[in-house]
């Protein structure tokens, strides 16, 4: 069994002591520079008045409501908390590879690199976030690699020789989409997850070289038929195909996690977007999770809380690495977070409606985020810290300049874009240039602001606005003019053949036929639609004017 260093220190600790709280140690924080964040330990204390040993996170006594001793030292001294306490320099840190997506640790001393978590980087965060950092100490992801070459060097065995219709159902035939015409969901019943399983997996029988092993030909992958997923049915127990089987028949290692899309689990089924109400069925690809929520623990079959947890690092390790176990003694509850997605949901599928050692029946389901403060926390910094080691492997620098532009500094003109050849790109394709609009914002006068400003005050605004709606409304004044049918304003000068066609154009003069000045008048008033101000015009010269003409004032 591979046991977590957590764990580890749960026994050392409790090893001399079986009374008391089940859990003896407590996660108090996340320290430690980028790339190097460990987990702080805190054992539990005992009250100096009635003897009572309490939680780290207890401040008062739990059964006289005494304080908690001030200054007392009681953190778990691990590797990575020495070196910080003395000052010294962690060599390893976390990066991530950007073709998998998974982290790894390397040696800035030696050059050195590993998939395991070296002991002299401590725990791993109690909480991690998008990207799992292994356990600790461990060669867990070399020994599940060899596990899976020992079980390809055979054929794979049939669980079943006859599968009967009436006990076993069709993954997700049980909703139809009108709109995506397909099956979607669950196949599952009101009744289902009640009964203990019938059977199950053991990967040292059954496990195996599936036709999903052979190599993949250039007609599948030419026709994009090259995606390979797991054997739901072998995760169950009851495949009854063998090595005549198209899906694999052994467990996910980090290789295959990289390989297998967001969209989908490792058995090959449709993820959704947002998890289900009661949070079972195949996950959220928009919110991926890797820790399981164990429910229908018996605890009070177990002597001890210890056996509990070996238990459940026992028969959930075996379906690949686990991070941490947590223990809910007081709710007979527990979850258990793997390094990876993929290993998160083939143990869900294998592990339902199993048992550990005491006949339980385990309701699985996907986990909800820790409220814990503390493991919010590490969960940001766990987050922070891959986005860096992310940018890093995609070239881009986050060390800090040192310095500031200064103020009246310019940024640079754009990079023109270039060919292979090295002509500009619009030089070669003149057409793919954004049109040129300056023409139509000609002999504008444009505000003459300070240097360094990036907006116009009130006064340079409302200069800008009267000189171009000024400049707009001649240029529709000429224009009117030159097509010779509507009447000009005084301003523009225009004219028009006759009153005809004055009359004809509404929208930009109205007649005031009844106030005319005089009927056998030459002159017309009429009323602008803009301003509202009147004016008049004669109809044999083209002459215009604000005021009454000469002589013919009311």
């Known amino acids: 069994i591979l046991h977590h260093q957590f764990f580890k ?46 939680y780290a996170s207890r401040p008062r006594c739990y059964r006289c409501r005494g304080h908690k001793p001030e200054g007392q030292d009681n953190y778990v001294l691990d590797p990575a908390l020495q070196a ?18 998974q982290v790894y640790y390397y040696n800035t001393k030696t050059g050195e690199t590993k998939w395991e978590r070296p002991v002299e980087l401590g725990p791993a965060p109690h909480a991690t976030g998008w990207f799992g950092r292994g356990q600790t100490g461990t060669m867990a992801a070399q020994m599940y690699a060899q596990r899976n070459a020992q079980y390809l060097s055979r054929p794979a065995r049939k669980q079943k020789e006859f599968i009967d219709p009436k006990n076993y159902h069709l993954e997700g035939a049980n909703e139809y989409n009108i709109w995506y015409g397909r099956f979607l969901g669950d196949h599952w019943d009101q009744g289902a997850g009640k009964d203990k399983a019938a059977d199950r997996c053991v ?24 995606k390979r997923y797991f054997c739901v049915h072998f995760a169950h127990g009851v495949c009854a195909k063998g090595k005549d089987c198209k899906f694999y028949h052994r467990i ?43 429910g229908g623990l018996l605890k009070h079959k177990y002597e001890t809380p210890q056996l509990l947890e070996e238990a459940l690092w026992k028969h959930f390790g075996e379906w690949g690495e686990v991070e941490n176990v947590n223990v809910i003694q007081r709710l007979s509850i527990a979850f258990v977070r793997y390094r990876v997605r ?29 409220p814990n403060p503390v493991a919010q926390d590490a969960i940001n910094r766990a987050d922070k810290d891959a986005l860096f080691a992310l940018m890093q492997a995609k070239g881009i620098s986050i060390e800090n300049t040192g310095f500031q532009y200064p103020a009246e500094y310019q940024l640079p003109a754009a990079k023109k874009m270039r060919m292979d050849n090295g002509i500009e790109l619009l030089q070669q394709h003149p057409e793919l240039a954004y049109p040129d609009t300056d023409s139509q914002y000609g002999g504008v006068p444009q505000p003459a602001g300070q240097a360094g400003q990036s907006q116009m005050t009130p006064e340079q605004y409302a200069q800008y606005c009267a000189a171009y709606y ?14 010779g049918n ?69």
């Open 486 to 554: 509507v009447a000009a304003h005084p301003s523009a000068g225009g004219a028009v053949e006759s009153s005809a066609e004055v009359a004809s154009t509404p929208s930009t003069g109205t007649t005031k036929s009844d106030q005319q000045v005089g009927a056998s008048s030459e002159w017309e008033e009429f009323v602008d639609d803009d301003t509202g101000a009147t004016y008049f015009y004669n109809s044999k010269t083209g002459e215009s004017s604000w005021g009454a003409p000469p002589g013919e004032e009311k």
């Open 84 to 101: 910080t306490q003395r000052g010294e320099e962690i060599p390893w840190k976390e990066a991530i590879d950007p073709t998998t997506y």
């Open 252 to 294: 996910p290692t980090l290789e295959d996690d990289a390989k297998c899309d967001e969209l989908f689990d490792c058995f090959g089924r449709q993820r959704h977007s947002k998890h289900r109400d009661d949070m079972t069925g195949v996950g959220s690809f928009l919110k991926p999770c890797r820790t399981l929520f164990v």
């Open 342 to 370: 993929t290993s998160a949901e083939f143990a869900k599928e294998a592990m339902a409606n199993q048992s550990l050692d005491q006949g339980e029946v385990l309701d699985l389901r996907w986990a909800h985020d820790d």
């Open 9 to 54: 220190m749960q026994l050392e600790i409790s090893s001399d002591d079986n009374h008391g709280p089940p859990r003896k140690m407590t996660a108090v924080g996340t320290v430690g520079n980028v790339g190097q964040l460990f987990t702080v330990y805190e054992k539990n204390w005992k009250c100096p008045e009635c003897g009572q040993e309490n």
């Open 203 to 226: 990967l040292e029988k059954d496990a195996g070289r599936t036709k999903a092993d052979e190599a993949i030909s250039e007609k599948d992958a030419k026709n994009k038929k090259d």
């Open 470 to 483: 000024a400049q707009q409304q001649a240029q529709a004044d000429s224009t009117a003019a030159a097509s």
